[in-house]
């Protein structure tokens, strides 16, 4: 009686899934135009509009399945079948990774996020450590045959935008001055050499980026080739990056998803890896806008990190925070945050407005300076892997959400992030070092951040140094959103003179202070831990203290500005002249 019902579900599901990626790739395939059109907004737009689609055709296609069939569908045998008949519809697909995921999001909502479990939903994939391959080739190959300055010019050619190139020529000296001082010599100089380059540009904000490899014998080196448009009809070459490290900040975790044609996702990400074999895979499907199966790629490591793994889970170090409380697996480079079930007194917040929040931060431009998020409901962790301390801290401060029994702990609703060094303790370990510079330099990344983020209209709020982390390649990232607000709902004020000396010397202030104004000469007691730490903000980023900046700062946002702030130094940037 179940094989009929379960072949409709089936069918159903793989037709939303159809309709969900027709409608991605749409949105996909405009973000050229968009480019060469100078369209930063549309731009900005059309990445929250694809992010919201798969939230957006789950949800309908759940509501119609509960619709036609009625309580049948709540039946665990019937799900079972339609897993398998839907294993068998999703085999010619050249997604169907992605495929499995779109079933996992559907069942989970048609019954109401209950226990993860393997027989009637892919919790693990069909295709782990497969790779799709399909007959369009993935990449086009150059070779240096009739040497490099020939090679350049054809990849300009075949990578050519519907307006020109602002100059050709110069594009070109500047990528051979760079290739003869910058890579093995073998690249200006011969064979044996094949340079691969993925056909689909990668779109996101300002930028074009060209991405591939130039293979020297068994040596791989990476590069991303940024093209940008000059605002007047058309696009140069801004520079070209080789390094492992920095082509891994252009794929961040704190970026905003590429916008790219892929035609086998699996394919794509398997080349991408090859590349930045440092960015997990979860990561990898992330950047190019598949966060979703980031998400179930993330945890299928998770589960492989528990089994091959023995050390406990504990408090993440740092300072503890009013709002959320973290814990992590040491061996595992992620935090778990969830929300606190009671907050500090001097927190005016709910815990629907920090869940609002953290889906603003996904939809936003995170233009290098907040960390990425996956949310969770009902995460089953094995007991016997928590330190008694967490478990003691869970169930003081987040028992509605914690359930605790022999063999299992379920967290109802978490936070994943990628786990970085809190900068206050950063800055405590370079000072007992003596190390004047990494004290320069992470001063030098967290006004940057707290500058790029309010160029983006984003206020971080709570800015101490606890809030921020620092990643592996040293940038300072935002990660605390609780109190996150638009830079445009912000009030800056000057505090006003006392009237007569007893009201500065009032515990209470002398003035009114609204439920947005924002003091920016209070910021002050951010670098009150240290003489040095308080000179070098003052001398980089002083300017941060004062109302005018950021009063200049909403003016600019207001009148539609949008900001360069590209994954690379601007010290890379090739000369236009």
Known sequence: MTVPYADRIADAVLEKFADYRSRFQTITAAAQLRFEKADWHAIQRAGASRIDLYEDNTESAADAIVDQLGEVVYDATLWHDVKRRYAEKIRVRNDPELAETFFNSIYLKVLKYGELDDAHMFIRSDYEGRTIATEDRLCRIYTLENGLVALLKRVLDDFAFDIPWEN??????????????????????????NVEIIRSVFFRNKGAYIVGRINIGERHVPFVL???????????????????????VIF???RSYFMVDVNSPSEFVGFLHSLIPMKSKAELYCSIGFYK?????????FLDQLQNSNDQFVIAPGTRGMVMTVFTLPSFPVVFKLIKDRFSSSKNITRDLVKDRYRLVKRHDRVGRMADTQEFTNFLFPRNRFSPELI??????????????????????LWTERRMTPLNLYIDDALARNDEEAVFHAI????????????????????????????????VVFYDYDEIMYLTDCNFRRIPEPLYPEQEMSGEPWYSVGPNDVFPEEFTILTA???????????LHGDLLDVVFWQSMQEQVRNGEIVDVFPYRKIQRFPRL
């Not at 940024?226 to 891994?248: H, K, M, Q, R």
């Not at 831990?529 to 001398?539: A, D, G, K, T, Y």
Request: with cysteine; charged share 25%; net charge positive.
């Open 444 to 475: 030098n990344e967290y006004g940057k951040a707290i500058k790029q983020l309010a160029a983006a209209n984003i206020f971080a709020g709570d800015m101490l140094f606890k809030n921020f982390g620092v990643t592996r390649h040293r940038r």
């Open 168 to 193: 050709r020529r110069r594009d070109i000296r500047n990528l051979v001055h760079f290739a003869r001082s910058h890579l093995p010599p073998e690249v200006a100089g011969g064979p044996p050499l």
């Open 252 to 254: 961040s975790f704190t």
């Open 529 to 539: 831990c240290n003489p040095l730490v308080r000179r070098i903000f003052n001398e």
């Open 293 to 301: 199966q980031g998400k179930a790629e993330f945890y299928r490591s």
């Open 392 to 413: 003691e801290e869970l169930q003081k401060v987040a028992a509605s959400s914690v359930t605790v029994d022999e063999e299992l702990i379920t967290i109802k609703h």
């Open 226 to 248: 940024p093209v940008l448009n000059n605002g007047n009809g058309a696009v140069y070459v801004d520079t070209l990056i080789v390094d492992e490290n920095d082509v891994s």
